[in-house]
């Protein structure tokens, strides 16, 4: 009976105690390869503290997600075929910007939120610079074992036909935001205290895989914060901010319906308000880094009232609440 005893626990202790022999590759494949991403962010101009790097299966799946605070970034991936998309800070970081079907690599979009005022709704936040890169990839087996044998510390076999230089990705993101320039003539500059308005019909957002807006109905609310004298009358207001709706030509200022509805405080603390049509003043070029600019230049612009007093420019336009001036949206 004591030997039979001893002999339960020898077996059970042999297959417990781990074998000297490593386990099959087969078992091991499913790690998968590991992808280094390298992201030069020289040609947007952008200097990001952080970026999403998503691998998206061509079978579908959810997608393999990193985020980064660096430009360059390993990753894991089984084999198969992916889309690979890269875009700068991560999905947490900004500030006015926010994302929507990140598990869907066509539909991954980028867009600001909404608000409502007296005046009219969908009014949207001005975004904040955006970039990024799509690609396709392919990880083989031979990527995964090659993996596999440089984590032993071992040569991988003869029938392995890769190196490390094929599991290494550069990645050169384009700008998908714009920069949006607006110049407005005036007579009478000088009794403005402050001006601003709306920019009508432009996009709410932007497709992160091929830049295309996505919708073309949104106001965009902008201040003033430059006024220019031409005379001791006459001069023209100017301000410069981020915008969707214009990427390498997808969506050009073709459509017609654009308008700019200003606004201004003047010189005895009454409102105005003129409604302008931009469709013809709208021109569009290329900048610094390849940067999509749009200049909106609304020439002749307004004629504001010669009203009596004088006051400080750019008290905010925020405060006008001036409801007895005509509104005509």
């Known amino acids: 009976m004591k030997a039979k005893f001893i002999s339960v626990i020898l077996l059970v202790t042999a297959m417990l105690t781990p074998g000297c022999h490593r386990r099959p590759l087969d078992l091991t494949m499913s790690r998968g390869a590991d992808i280094t991403v390298i992201v030069h962010w020289d040609s947007t101009g952008l200097r990001p503290n952080g970026m999403t790097v998503s691998f998206y299966p061509k079978n579908g799946g959810n997608p393999i997600t990193t985020l980064s605070n660096s430009d360059t970034v390993k990753v894991g991936i089984p084999a198969g075929e992916y889309n690979l998309l890269v875009f700068n800070e991560t999905v947490s970081d900004f500030t006015n910007l926010r994302f929507a079907d990140i598990s869907s690599f066509n539909g991954i979009y980028a867009y600001t939120e909404s608000y409502s005022n007296k005046y009219c709704d969908d009014i949207r936040t001005t975004p904040e610079k955006l970039a990024s890169s799509a690609r396709e990839f392919a990880v083989s087996e031979d990527m ?18 890769v190196s490390g230089e094929d599991l290494v990705i550069h990645v050169w993101p384009k700008l998908i935001t714009c920069i949006i320039n607006t110049r407005l003539c005036a007579t009478h500059i000088d009794k403005a205290a402050s001006a601003g308005g709306y920019l009508c019909h432009f996009a709410a957002g932007v497709y992160l895989a091929n830049g295309k807006a996505l919708r073309e109905d949104a106001i965009f609310s902008i201040d003033f914060n430059q006024k220019d004298m031409t005379s001791k009358t006459d001069g023209y207001f100017s301000n410069t901010t981020v915008g969707f709706g214009f990427y390498n030509d997808i969506f050009p200022p073709a459509v017609s319906g654009y308008s700019f509805d200003f606004f201004a405080v003047l010189a005895d603390n009454t409102g105005y308000r003129n409604k302008l049509g931009i469709d013809d003043r709208i021109t569009s070029h290329n900048g610094i880094f390849d ?18 007093g004088e006051q400080a420019w750019n008290i905010g336009v925020n405060e006008w609440e001036n409801e007895e001036v005509p509104i005509d949206l």
């Open 144 to 161: 995964v074992r090659y993996t596999l044998y440089y984590h032993r510390g071992t040569a991988p076999p003869e029938d392995v036909h």
């Open 291 to 308: 940067e999509l600019n749009i200049d909106i230049n609304i020439c002749p612009g307004v004629d504001l009232p010669d009203v009596e």
